[in-house]
Structure formats: structure tokens, C-alpha cells
């Protein structure tokens, strides 16, 4: 059945979707290319930072994937996502399975990193909130998917099913939920992630240096926004989240990731569209104020707040 909400729901971009995603991969390209033959130092970080920027357009694009608003047809929509994925890299089909469970479990138990909750091991607490911001998270995303296709059984042993572990990190729900995901379509997609990898360093003559320098802005980069867009946010599934206030040119790269509140709640709308479903009467703080109040550490659970 067709709800009004569907009718209603503003068209996919695809055509523009599909040029910003070629053009976001050229200009990544360019700038991998850039850090790698540079002799100068400065350019070679200049290049870094560019890629950590493009490369985020390209995330936004596999983001808009997940949710099946990249491309109307299902099967364009996936393999456009495939092709986003690899220059994460990661596999699309995960991304999927983590990205959807992450929009069912927001703000819950399983994901208040920025609190702490009576019983929790603080130093597990402040190690996965330090991840994040340092950029360490984004090397979770790789490695933990080379790991699944060649290990699948490893999975169950990382889950920590039934320990503190796994139920105050949510190792236990995200990872579970992962071992029921086709596990063929996930090597098929790792493979292809490694082959785009390896194509871009023999076909760019690719060093080591800049390879590494542009991957490591964007881990950076890519991470300092994965959790200050919920950081302090009401403890609420749709609503436990914050519509950012950032520099324009900066929104635009992000294909307005930064409107998250109005993501959470309409997660089908296209990101050209998020700025008309912006609540006005809600709270906008700026990105760079949520991030720098994150490097102060998780804080105590305020007695007055419930859990979803």
C-alpha cells in the first residue's frame, strides 16, 4: 500500500546524483594523484585535505544508497553504491546492514556514547568516544570488512553475546545482525573494493605516503561528523539528532549531511531536499561548537533523562 507520505516524498536526483558521484571520484583521484607526485610537503597535505572533503561527497552519495534514494532502480541504486563503497572501502551490503540498524537503535541504550550510564566500564567508554574523534573509527570500517570475508566465523567471537561488552558498545546487536547479511555479496563487494584500490594505486603510481595522507584526513575528517551530529541530542529514535550549522561551501561537499535531525526524521528524502524539512523552532548549534565540547569526554547520564 502506497502511503500520502510516499506520494508526497520529492523525486531522486539521479542524473545529478550520478555526475556529482563520477565527478567526486575524478576529483579524489586528482588529489591522491596530487599527494603522491608532489615534492613539496604543503601541497601534499593541501591534496589530503581536498581528498578528505571529496571523499566525503562520495560517502554521502553511498549514504544516500543505503537508503535506496541514489537511483530510483533498485539494481542502479546498488551497484552505484557498490562503486561509492569501494573508495571508503568498505562493503556496501555492511554499510546497509549497520547504516539501517544505527537509524532503528539511535539514541537507545545501544548507542549513548556520549554518556555515561551507571555500570559502564568508563575506560571502554572513553576508548570508543577517543576512536571517533581521533579518526580511528574509520579503520574499524576496512579492516572489519576484510575481516568478515575471510573470517566469517570471527564475527560470533567479536559480538560479545550476553557480556557487558557487547551490550554497552552494541557490538552484540550490530554484528548480529551482520551474520544474517549475505555473506557472499559481502566478498563479492570487499573484492571489488580491493580491485578499485589497487587499480587507482597502479594506474596512479600511487606512494605509500600519499595514499596514507589523503585516507588519513578523511578518517579524520569523516569522523569528527559521525557523532557530533547526535552528540548531547535528546535520547529519542527520530528525534535524537541535530540539523548542524556549518560553512555553506563545506554543507554543499557534504550533499547536506549536516541536516541530520531532518534526516532521522524523513529518512527517504533525498539530500537535495533535506533544507525544507529543517525544523526552525529546533535547536542548530554549530558543528565546530558540538565537536570542540566533545573533546571533553563523555558525560554523566542527567538523572531527569529517560530512554527511548
Not at 103 to 115: A, I, K, P, S, V
Not at 160 to 188: C, W
Amino acid at each position: 500500500m502506497t502511503t500520502a507520505d510516499e506520494h508526497a516524498r520529492p523525486p531522486i536526483p539521479a542524473t545529478l546524483n550520478i555526475v556529482l558521484l563520477a565527478s567526486a571520484m575524478t576529483a579524489c583521484a586528482g588529489a591522491l594523484w596530487l599527494a603522491s607526485h608532489a615534492t613539496s610537503l604543503p601541497v601534499q597535505l593541501l591534496a589530503a585535505v581536498v581528498f578528505s572533503f571529496v571523499n566525503n561527497t562520495v560517502f554521502s552519495l553511498l549514504h544516500e544508497a543505503t537508503h535506496g534514494v541514489l537511483h530510483p532502480r533498485r539494481r542502479v541504486n546498488d551497484w552505484l553504491g557498490r562503486v561509492a563503497a569501494a573508495w571508503f572501502p568498505t562493503s556496501f551490503t555492511m554499510q546497509r546492514a549497520f547504516h539501517l540498524n544505527h537509524h532503528r537503535n539511535n539514541r537507545t541504550r545501544l548507542e549513548q556514547f556520549d554518556y555515561f550510564r551507571p555500570g559502564d566500564n568508563r575506560w571502554l567508554k572513553r576508548a570508543q568516544w577517543y576512536a571517533i574523534l581521533s579518526g580511528l573509527y574509520w579503520l574499524f570500517v576496512p579492516v572489519g570488512a576484510v575481516a568478515f570475508a575471510l573470517v566469517p566465523g570471527l564475527l560470533h567471537r567479536l559480538r560479545g553475546t550476553g557480556t557487558h561488552y557487547g551490550e554497552q558498545t552494541g557490538a552484540d546487536a550490530y554484528l548480529g545482525r551482520l551474520e544474517a547479511a549475505p555473506g557472499g555479496a559481502i566478498r563479492g563487494e570487499v573484492l571489488l573494493a580491493a580491485l578499485v584500490q589497487a587499480g587507482l594505486v597502479l594506474a596512479l603510481d600511487l606512494s605509500v605516503m600519499g595514499w596514507g595522507l589523503c585516507y588519513a584526513a578523511f578518517a579524520i575528517n569523516w569522523s569528527a561528523l559521525q557523532y557530533a551530529d547526535h552528540a548531547w541530542s535528546p535520547l529519542h529514535v527520530r528525534e535524537g539528532a541535530w540539523d548542524l550549522r556549518v560553512a555553506a561551501p563545506v554543507r554543499w561537499l557534504f550533499l547536506n549531511y549536516h541536516y541530520h535531525r531532518a534526516h532521522h526524521c524523513h529518512p527517504h528524502v533525498p539530500w537535495l531536499y533535506l533544507g525544507r524539512y529543517v525544523d526552525p523552532a529546533v535547536t542548530r548549534p554549530s558543528f565546530l561548537r558540538v565537536w570542540l565540547s566533545m573533546w571533553r569526554g563523555p558525560r554523566p547520564l542527567p538523572a531527569t533523562v529517560e530512554d527511548p
